[in-house]
């Protein structure tokens, strides 16, 4: 294939979309859906932190930079492959994951609408204009694109908040939630007969295609009288992450994330080829979609589950900071997520308490002692404090604070639920 040549029709096409109404209009709507979203985020912050760290207009335009940049990425990748998004279904994906939404928020998710219409494929045969091979391939590369995502933009302004676990020990926690549009231009094939692909003959560019593509190829085959016709067609994909952490920072938590689902892409590209060339690999391939989603789901719960809490206080005497206000002396102070506050103006401290009896009822210059990475430091401020501008690690044996459960509800744990019953 005349590779550059390919790359300057797919992106002129890119640019015609980003001029379409229609395009922008879609684009549009995914924008409002990402906007309510970080909107939720700050009302959160406001209710529980007394202070919005996230800016709604803000983290939408840099969702829509990032989702831009993705699309481009994910497109070509489709492009190399060979695969076609009506072949692929992606007529049928959107509808039927926004049905599933109301039954759970994370079946939006493709991996689960890909499973559904690639099964009913394989057993009754429609829709007919469904490939497994491509289905698979797609869901595959959104995955990757969102690993990438995730990777480098999982953990921007994770939410503060308190957890209880499952021994009813109160910790600190971290909500991760990030949102992305995806604009990009995927490849179609469609069929037409020879008398109309002479009239369209001004507008068709031929381009010389090596033996190997498509690497992912469909089902379909070619109706009698009928060529096939490739083009190229714009399409809004959108691409969310979600996940609480009280095991690991959350930028750790977000690259430990990306690695698993990266994981989960690279399995489900290497299904997709297999079945656009072997038929009985696409029942392993609509099975692995959502149940393989299910089990990076609860790889990540359980480490959560299962790990030891690094936000309490339980081990040391002193206050553990788990939010610095924006604009406020602690962010002026240089207090990090993490710090453990030991000492006020030269008087040791425990607890809340005990810091709020150093500083009250309002101090002129303060100076903090404080242990970061093993290390102590000094942190001054010459202003009037308090207030301080903190949000604190829950105290050990805290009950009566507002906290949030760890969950547990993937397929997976329910299943093994019901085995442990019968036994």
């Known amino acids: 294939m005349n590779w550059w040549q390919g790359l300057r029709l797919w992106l002129d096409s890119l640019a015609r979309a980003l001029a379409d109404p229609g395009f922008l209009m879609w684009l549009g709507l995914v924008l409002l859906l990402i906007y309510w979203q970080y909107r939720r985020q700050a009302v959160f912050q406001e209710l529980h932190l007394g202070w919005a760290a996230v ?22 990748v489709l492009l190399v492959l060979g695969v076609s998004v009506l072949d692929a279904g992606i007529l049928y994906l959107w509808p039927l994951a926004l049905v599933l939404m109301f039954l759970h928020p994370r079946y939006l998710c493709f991996a689960y609408a890909g499973g559904l219409i690639g099964l009913v494929r394989l057993i009754w045969g429609v829709p007919e204009v469904v490939s497994v091979g491509p289905l698979t391939a797609l869901v595959a590369v959104l995955h990757g694109i969102e690993a990438i995502l995730i990777w480098l933009d999982g953990a921007s302004h994770p939410q503060a908040l308190y957890v209880r676990t499952a021994t009813g020990q109160t910790v600190g926690g971290y909500l991760l939630q990030r949102a992305w549009p995806i604009p990009m ?35 379909r085959q070619v109706p009698a009288g009928l060529q096939p016709l490739v083009m190229l067609v714009p399409l809004v994909a959108a691409l969310g992450y979600s996940d609480l952490t009280v095991t690991r920072p959350p930028a750790e938590k977000a690259r430990r994330s990306a690695l698993h689902l990266g994981f989960y892409s690279l399995i489900l590209l290497v299904l997709a080829v297999l079945a656009s060339r072997i038929s ?21 719960q359980r480490a959560e589950t299962h790990g030891r809490p690094i936000y309490t206080t339980t081990a040391h005497r002193g206050v553990g900071v788990l939010e610095v206000k924006p604009g406020s002396p602690a962010e002026a102070m240089g207090l990090q997520r993490g ?67 760890l969950p547990e509800d ?3 744990d329910a299943i093994l639920r019901l085995k442990r019953r019968r036994r």
Not at 55 to 76: H, K
Not at 355 to 361: C, G, T
């Open 185 to 219: 231009v995927g490849m179609a094939i469609l069929f037409a007969s020879p008398a109309d692909i002479q009239e369209l003959a001004e507008s068709i560019r031929r381009i010389a295609t090596p033996d190997w593509w498509p690497l992912v190829s469909s089902a």
């Open 339 to 405: 710090d453990l506050i030991v000492a006020a103006n030269g008087i040791p401290v425990g607890d809340l308490e005990e810091l709020n009896q150093a500083l009250a009822p309002w101090t002129v210059g303060v100076t903090l002692e404080l242990v970061r990475d093993g290390r102590r430091r000094v942190a001054r401020y010459a202003g009037r404090v308090p207030p301080l501008g903190i949000l604190t690690i829950p105290e050990p044996g805290a009950q009566d604070i507002p906290a949030v459960r």
């Open 55 to 76: 800016s709604p207009w803000r983290e939408t335009f840099d969702s829509l930079l990032a989702g831009l940049l993705a699309g481009v990425g994910g497109a070509l």
């Open 280 to 300: 009985w690999m696409g029942y392993l391939a609509v099975v692995a979609m959502p149940f393989g989603h299910e089990l990076v789901i609860l790889v990540g």
């Open 410 to 412: 993937t397929w997976i």
